[in-house]
């Protein structure tokens, strides 16, 4: 305990004043070299050609034969290579060889494996054929690294190593080797064997000829790397080192896609047989966690709890940065750098940023280099014209804020289901009901309201961009639409209650004269939700429609649309590649739900004999006027029976500082990273110019504090001699003040769960 | 002593199990093992042989409670409840449902929990202790009264409030501190000391209430009376004699909490982006990890139960006339 | 048509349960004695009027009505129907007669500009000044009348004159400070009045991303604050009370059995506790919607369930302390003696135990109000609060936190839910200390 009590009080006073003056000048000068105190990473990092960037939540897996998010793709995109790329500016969009000296050549085969005409009848197989580059490496990696006898030095670890490693990087030695055909094949029988969870296997096993034997096959137990590699699936053949092929069923033009997705990037058998180590699996050190691969980066540190970093893969030299293909509205610059050797930049910092609005403040303060755009902070930097035109607030410009906007390859709709006793079925009363509430829905509403504008309200189920998206005096959606000067007009409501009386319900009463009740299924609970719900029930409102909103947890609502359990429901599809196959078979009748046990996507259970059979045809066919007609008649033909309010396709706002270039929107690309530039002494710049710290508040506060000192001191010298003076009258007041000390709560106090310090 | 630790611990168990009963019990009345299968393989279209698949790989393809398909002393045994049940009173957490190895996180997660966590603590003891002692010193005044309401005022605002205005002011406005963020080593103290800040702010009321009612209590009891009127000085009074003997209410106080600020605070963590145990464990929640949120609990149930023996112990440290011995 | 939700019901049963309570509270003049002496202290006055004035807003918000035009309102909905119609299209400011943000605005001529739109509902003609002069002056009206009623009444109890009764309360020589009392009634009228008559032409405290008024937002979130505060005591109430009286009193396994269930759910971190118990509900409502015919319903299912939960983890602490004191009464001469003389347990229990720990649950109950209110906008952030449609100021900061981060600030939301959370809740603290300082028998006997 403190022993000299007598002297604390010529302490307290002196104390308190140096320990001000000392925290002052500490937080003065202490805290940067620039002058900057709320940067949330170092100077030195701000100096360097560092990207900053960020993720919400933590990708789950890297493994490219599981990853199937876009926060896993936007990483693991930047480190692995799969055969082909979309082309980084060229709309519509298209492939290019990734790792290969040419585009895939396809030979058309029979059931007998003879070779045929492409427009034969008897085709039944085609097989693509893929020559490697050879000039490709690895990143360096442990997995490669080998001794002098050419022995692996790390594919049996020590405890001892073990303790001492955090990633794989961590190891003294690292090797690298030339991408292999058979990489690639690895990859593809890792995606069949089902403790993978690969989410594609379920297509692949229906296109790719023997991979559903071959997975029957290796999934029921555990095979070694050896035999992994011995094995082989009957299709995909490895020709040499720099030559393979793979053959699929029948005539599937949209397979190209797939093989620019991380799916079918290449595996390095070293890789598997390093992590495959129990001491590193308990360490969180997997192929999930560490990818191996021979992009332009490679991931050094995957700490998901708080970052990532990404550093330039120093054996990549295949790329660079493309010459041509700019749309002519795009501005001319974009080519500045055109056949620089890629990467441009050296290092990409992920933070983890969970919350919108810290990850907006920080982006104005200028240390995240570019950000999406939150709703709310939308109009604070965007201003939306009436025709849905989007340009920068003022207030952004001054800060030399850029900005980019894409429609996305998405659609989200409101869905009824087809299989309801209500609002389902295909005769003309149910169909009125849902296109009586598909023009009630307002979406340009919704659209303005709750996106800023950020979307444009759909005709049908194919997004802008895509092949067969149409929107003209002649093509639009006239079931909900008429068409006007400025483009198709939503048609007044009145010809919706019309359409409702003719359904049945008058007035939007039943014919017992109750209001008609829907039920509308969402998983939204966020803050946002309320207004929104709310909204949809306006909408609904406006015919006299009673909608009862169930919204629940994710999982439940899966599980009711999977079950059918649903009469209105909200849902979104993202395009897996650039086709309106992809989008059209969400449509389709072997999809539907409860048709297919509930593994299908059609959530909505429409299932029309003619579409279907329609829908097979346009599978096959590669685009022209063919197969444009088609999609036309079946486009027609859901806007009458209008299965789905048809929704929305969001738009992608990102904004970036002008330090950061070569950026353009490119929703089907992953891998752009490596054509990014960055002018780091402009950012710090910058950084210093809009974060100087606000100082006078401290020395008020200083001030004040000094200021309380004197009055305190005297106010005790005083009733220290009163308590000299007077020790009986002090008791009186003494025992008043405990009385009050009991106020103290002993049981809230303590409690868990509220006020921040739970 | 050592008697009554281990009669202490092996009560522990039951409560644990109870622990765990509750735990199961809740999580899987909200989720089938294929609703988490389907949320973690995340595919646009899942086949029921995925859904096996994953069941398999991460345990959950046996029974909650009973085995029908086992004999004997199996049916209770081979269930996914004793399984696992087991492996927690191990201190083997396992793997979460997203893959992850779980000790490998708690332990990442743990320090940036503490750094928040203690500061918060050892500041906001000092602060409460010290502004009840000058309260003490001015009992009965305006100044008393005054700060009094003030506490009753700083207790009445949401939690919440503090955070959103201390954000909004401090990073915002004057440009302080950062937003939010964290960084280890050095550095880290430009991250922490907003939400110590707040933290210590926000429990000031109840704090220095509780503390001042504590020091009241013992400032009438007859050996400060015979001092004072010895004439000690009320400064060595209050230093000298009531730190002192008040401190030991204080400690044994607290002490029931110290093992839980390992578990991190949920709210500060979320907002202030502090990859700690509090906003894994709200990201648990939120996606449903039945791995992690049971690790979790059971974690905080046994830092409390252990909490409640240290409170126990500390009795008997400090207060000679508690024996555990009979 | 009257069409109460189940928890009008419950909220109107608990009424007149106190009601019930109160009267046979009034039989004894010990407790009577404690409750004068409880509203002795001018701030324990002025926090019960308060406290009141919510309660009431609760109240009237809990009287329901189906209407043909407009669905389900409540009195609270006619009195500022107004407000609770007149929708904006967007955020504005307290008092603007513009929205907040600019748009862009197409002119006749095909230009385009950035405007400031006019608001719909506001009458910016009217002058604030004059309005708020009416509002003082009527609410001084009515206050006077209502202290003159008062002042009669309490006259005629005590057998003084109007004038001489009168003029002690104006020195503040009455037992109860009336004097403070009046004053209180008088502010609340005002502000009362003020909001409720300027709300009429103006969005006193601003509209919401949608246009909703703010105030009518921060007005209707009363009845969820008041509801969770005061229903979830009431549900852990007999639990508490059933469980901590026979564990003190049976002791042996019961007592064993009880301490082992509150200690387990106890070291159960509260909020994960409170968050998988909420989805378990939101499992039950989905699977069973059948109960509920519409939105509000539903809601209201939610929150009777939320209240429900929170009852059902917040009884041990008082069980703990009903128990311990149970343990010590059962040593009590009186209690020893009754049993010696064969008097039943059921007998000891409503005669003698019952009585001595209503303090203990009394004190329990007040200050758990307030943790509960505040809690409510905890659990909303972690998303395990009130149902997203149902007005709350959980959901108020909620939605608030989002806006903070905007430029310029919206910071009306925030503020309102602030300031009435606050009051409510400073209220609630100020008068449970005094309860506790009055009821507490630890703190009377020194």
Redesign the interface.
Known sequence: ??SR??R??TFSVKGVFWLLLALTLLTLTG?SEDG???????DEQARTNTLFSNFA?PP??LDPVRS??ANEWAIISQVYEPPLQYHYFKRPYTLEPLTLTQMPQQRFLDAQGREREATSEDVAMTEYHFHLRDDIRYHPHAAFARDAQGRFLYHALSEQQLDRIKRPADLPESGTRRLKAQDYTLAIKRMAI??N?S?????MRELIVGLADYSDRV?KKPLTIKQLRESSVKGVEVHSDTHFSIRIHGRYPQFLYWLSMNFFAPIPWEALAFYRQPGL????LSL??YPVGTGAYQLLDN????QMRLVRNPHYQHGTYPTEGLPDEADPDLLADGGKPLPLIDEVVY????????L???F??G?YDASGV?S??F??AI????QGDLSLTS?MQQKGIQFLSAVEPTVFYLGFNMDDPVVGGYDKTARKLRQAISIAVDMEEYIS?FLNGRGVAAQGPIPPGIYGYERNRDHFNDVIYQWSDHGPVRRPLDEARQLLAEAGYPDGKTPEGEPL?L?YDTP????????Q???Y?KQLAKLGI???????????F???VRGAKVQLFSWG?NA?YPDPENFLFLLSGDQAVINS?G???NASNYDRPQFNQWFQQVKRMPNGPERQALIRKMVKLVQEDAPWVWGLHPKSVSLFHDWYRNVWANPMANNTLKYHRLEAAKRVEKQQAW????VW?LWVLALLIMASVYP?VS??RR??RQ??VG?TAQNA?????????????????????????? | MLAYMVRRLIYAVPILIGVNLITFALFFMVNTPDDMARAQLEAKQTTPEMIQAWKQSHGYDKPLFVNNESSGLDTVTETLFVQESLKLFMLDFGQADNGRQISEDIQERMWPSLAIALPTFLIGLVTNIALALLIVLFRGSVLDTATMIVAVAIMSISGLFYIIAGQVLFSKMLHWVPISGYESGWEMWRFLILPVAIGVFAGLGAGVRWYRSIFLEEINKDYIRTARAKGLSEIRLLFGHLLQNGLLPILTGVVVIIPTLFMGSLIMESFFGIPGLGSYTIDAINAQDFGIVKAMVFLGALLYIIGLILTDLSYAFFDPRVRFDQ | MMAPLWSDYMIWLLVVALWGWGLILRRSPQVREQWIQIFQSRIAMVSAIILLAYASVALLDSVRFDTAQKGQITLLDMAFESIATQSERTYSAPFADREYNQSLVTRDNGDVEQQYLPLKWVQAEVSIGWATLQVLLSAALLTALLVGLHLAWRARVHKLGLAEYGRNVWRDQTRLPWRTAYVTVLLMLFVWGWLGYLSQFYHVLGTDKVGQDVLYTAIKSIRTGVLIGVLTTLVMLPLALFLGISAGLFKGWVDDAIQYLYTTLNSIPGVLLIAAAVLVMQTILNNNPQWFGSTEERADLRLLFLVFILGMTSWTGLCRLLRAETLKLSQVDFVTSARAFGVSRLTIIVRHIMPNVMHIVLIAVVLDFSGLVLAEAVLSYVGVGVDPTTHSWGNMINQARLEMAREPMVWWSLFSAFVFMFLLVLAANLFSDRVQKVLDPRTQTR
Do not use: F
Request: aromatic share 8%; proline share 7%; glycine share 4%.
């Open positions: 305990m403190l009590p007598g604390l009080q805290c900057v105190w709320n940067r949330p990473y170092s939540t789950k897996h199937y998010s089902t403790a969870h989410p594609i296997l379920g297509t999934s699996v308990k360490k969180n999930d966690t700490n998901p709890n708080r933070l983890l940023e969970k919350e919108s609005v810290p907006w403040n920080k104005l303060q240390y939150s709310d902070s109009d604070q201003s939306v014209s009436s207030e309201i009740t039920y939204a609970t966020g803050p946002d939700a309320k207004s719900l709310n909204w029930r009673e909608l009862v909103i169930r919204a629940t947890d994710y999982n439940r899966q599980e009711k599809w897996d046990n593994s299908g996507v974060n100087q710290p606000v508040p305190l106010a005790y009733r220290q308590t000299l020790n007041v003494q025992n008043r003040a405990a009385d009050e000390s009991k106020a103290a709560p002993s049981t809230s106090s303590r409690k868990s769960g509220e006020g921040p310090s739970c």
